[in-house]
């Protein structure tokens, strides 16, 4: 047998194999994966597990190394060898079954590399068809020999066969940790150690690889994980990643896969996403591939892919991240033909779940493009101006940009990211249409990240974006375009009362607005949103009311229940600073009911924290913790520092109020540190001076703390 190294992460499951050797009546047990997964050092440390060593004698156990079977008869022979068998009466298969039944002492056989042997052709022989699974049902036939197979696929041969299957995986990372270190030393607590573990998929063999590299070229690792992303298998250097590539080129350049261009295809599509996709999305992704399901089979007998169950009905199926470095440098599954692809599918995908608060399909879209959002991700990010012309793309430009605003939305949506909207803008200028649609696009970007900047907290870039929106749609000059620089001043002007610009500025540009929006009803009425959130900032609640109930009637025509939710959301506020504790109450329990209709985790928010507050004005300190805890969820989804920090610090005034004082400490800490990561504000001034001040208080013995500002 092959030398034992040192493994790590694997005890758990090589001690579930022996006692499955051990404790079972006629035990088969199959371990599968792909190459580089550590299923023959598994197998190896089972077979001299020191409770497998109890029930086999050493001479009773024996290693079958198939990697060199080229028919079923090179099979026999091998197998022949491997057992000591001495008797030659010209009928191997009889000579091998006439050995194991000589004694009923129980016998232990490991096929190592059984996928070779699975692959050969059937033979004709003297005694008629001749395989290697009618030789491996032979075997098993027998109730004193127990067979241990490793092979590189997620099946296993022979439905007579009642296989224990053991799917094995990347270690855990802590042990990928281990493996790295004890090669390379130097590169314990190294930040980008975990990040490039990561991009290898904890997968043993390539870790090791890796690690070998790092100390062989003394580079540092956070070289190594850039040369990875950039190159992958052809960062190693000519040794390594001779080892790593014929690891995995065996399975790729097995006859299943080889000889059918279906699976070939579906491969090659399959390793550009990188999360992987279910079944029912591979309608999209693989809508070219004749007979995907078959395919998927193909590929998953080859252990090129992998399953996860992430649902009862509907798998994910994804190619491993060595693997999929090994085929970006394979041209057959590289080719621009595959890459084109792969961009019409996810933008096209992207387009057909394209929606928005208010739409019927919008929650159930949120939910599909959540599934993808990795690929997607991947994908968008890797469209080069280069890549546009070079990919037959140029005719399609507006509909890659129209996916890439889309997908923006969702993520506005769900966990905001400016990526997608960054590199739009790094795109449109250079990308080869017509400068009026060009302009439009970075005017839609600048909208939507101004947008996302303002609840990420970052007001100044949130500032600049909403302001060039501004001025690129009024450049474009169409009606349509006159509306959208309203609605983009509007939200800049919501911007400005965060940044403590003057009352009568904010009014200015919200009138500015309104003359913009005056042929947008729906435009109109949020222009009366706005207006009277410019009356509340200046203490002026019974005129703010006055503007917000004139947006809700007109709102109500139009059954915007969005923007609805939004408008009694300010209508609580007012409510609140006139101490109208019924009312606030009420209308905020009202928003949260429409906000969660239309699916608005932003509003959602925003309602919880507001009746969390009402709460605790009235002293219910039970009901703002549970409100808060939902809140939170959202806000930390959506990644809203300003709103974590203030749940936070609500949080922390109502354990306080129900005497668990440790609980308060820990949420004004929190809470401290969260403001300072949102741009300074009067908001997050005093909100941190609040909490500093309450800690004191604390520490102090002094319970009467600094009451949360209302709003």
């Not at 990928?176 to 975990?194: E, N, Q, Y």
């Not at 599954?333 to 692809?341: A, K, Q």
């Not at 928010?605 to 039970?622: H, K, Q, V």
């Not at 908001?683 to 709003?711: A, F, W």
């Amino acid at each position: 047998m092959p030398v034992l190294i040192h493994l790590y992460g694997r005890d758990s499951v090589i001690s579930h194999i022996a006692q499955i050797l051990t404790t079972k009546t006629r035990p088969r047990v199959g371990i599968l994966g792909a190459g580089g997964m550590g299923k023959t050092s598994v197998a190896v440390a089972v077979m001299e597990n020191e409770l497998v060593g109890k029930r086999y004698q050493a001479s009773h156990r024996f290693w079958v190394p198939c990697v060199g079977v080229t028919s079923p008869i090179t099979f026999l022979q091998i197998l022949s060898k491997s057992l000591g068998v001495i008797q030659d009466t010209k009928a191997p298969l009889k000579d091998i079954l006439y050995t194991l039944k000589s004694t009923q002492v129980p016998r232990l056989i490991l096929l190592d590399n059984l996928e070779t042997a699975m692959n050969v052709p059937e033979t004709m022989t003297d005694g008629g068809r001749l395989s290697s699974e009618r030789i491996i049902n032979q075997l098993a036939s027998i109730p004193h020999v127990s067979i241990l197979v490793t092979i590189r696929s997620n099946t296993l041969p022979s439905d007579t066969i009642d296989w224990d299957l053991i799917p094995l995986e990347g270690v855990a990372r802590e042990d990928a940790r281990a493996i790295f270190t004890r090669i390379c030393p130097r590169a314990k607590g190294h930040p980008s150690l975990d990040a490039l573990l990561e991009a290898l998929g904890y997968m043993p063999f390539a870790v090791t690889l890796m690690a070998t590299q790092a100390v062989d070229s003394f580079a540092q690792l956070d070289q190594l994980l850039e040369e990875w992303k950039k190159s992958g298998t052809s960062s190693l250097n000519d040794d390594l990643k001779e080892k790593i590539d014929r690891s995995i080129g065996l399975s790729v350049a097995s006859k299943a896969i080889s000889g059918d261009e279906n699976v070939q295809h579906l491969l090659a599509i399959l390793a550009k996403l990188p999360s992987g996709t279910n079944l029912d999305h591979l309608k999209w992704w693989a809508k070219h591939v004749q007979n995907a399901t078959r395919a998927i089979g193909t590929l998953n007998k080859t252990a090129l892919i992998t399953e996860r169950q992430e649902g009862v009905s509907s798998p994910t199926f994804f190619v491993l991240p060595v693997v999929q470095s090994y085929l970006h440098d394979q041209p057959l599954y590289n080719s621009p033909t595959t890459r084109r692809l792969v961009i019409q599918a996810c933008c096209g995908f992207i387009l057909e779940h394209r929606s928005s608060p208010g739409d019927p399909n919008f929650k159930a879209h949120l939910v599909e493009l959540d599934i993808e959002k990795t690929n997607i991700q991947a994908i968008l990010h890797g469209v080069k101006v280069e890549s546009l012309s070079e990919l037959g793309l140029v005719a399609s430009v507006s509909n890659v940009f129209e996916a890439m605003l889309a997908f923006a939305w969702y993520q506005f949506w769900t966990r905001r990211s400016p990526e997608t909207l960054i590199h739009l803008l790094e795109l449109a200028p250079f990308s080869n249409i017509d400068e009026e649609s060009a302009l439009r696009y970075t005017a839609e970007a600048h909208f939507c990240l101004g947008r996302m900047y303002k609840t990420l907290g970052r007001y100044n870039d949130g500032c600049e974006s909403l302001g060039s929106a501004r001025r690129e749609f009024l450049k474009l000059g169409t009606p349509a375009d006159r509306i959208r620089a309203g609605y983009s001043a509007l939200y800049l002007a919501e911007v400005w009362s965060f940044q403590s610009r003057s009352t009568y500025e904010i009014q200015r540009l919200v009138r500015e607005a309104q003359e913009d929006l005056k042929d947008d009803p729906k435009g109109s009425a949020r222009a009366l949103i706005h207006l009277g959130n410019s009356y509340w900032s200046r203490e002026h609640y019974i005129d703010a009311l006055e503007q917000l109930e004139s947006a809700k009637k007109s709102l109500g025509n139009f059954g915007c229940t969005a923007d609805m939710a939004e408008c009694m959301f300010y209508m609580t506020r007012c409510y609140a600073m006139q101490g109208a504790l019924e009312e606030w109450l009420e209308t905020g329990k009202e928003t949260l009911r429409l906000s969660r209709i239309v699916g608005m985790d932003e509003t959602m928010a925003d309602a919880l924290r507001g009746l969390s507050r009402c709460y605790i004005r009235m002293e219910r300190y039970d009901d703002a913790l549970v409100t808060l805890k939902e809140g939170r969820l959202i806000s930390d989804k959506l990644g809203q520092p300003l709103a974590t920090a203030q749940e936070l610090e609500l949080s922390g005034y109502a354990y306080a109020k129900k005497g668990n004082l440790l609980g308060a400490k820990i949420a004004y800490e929190a809470a401290k540190k969260q403001y300072v990561e949102v741009d300074e504000t009067y908001q997050t001034r005093q909100g941190s001076r609040e909490c500093e001040e309450n800690l004191q208080r604390i520490e102090k013995g002094d319970m009467e703390l600094i009451v949360p500002m209302l709003y």
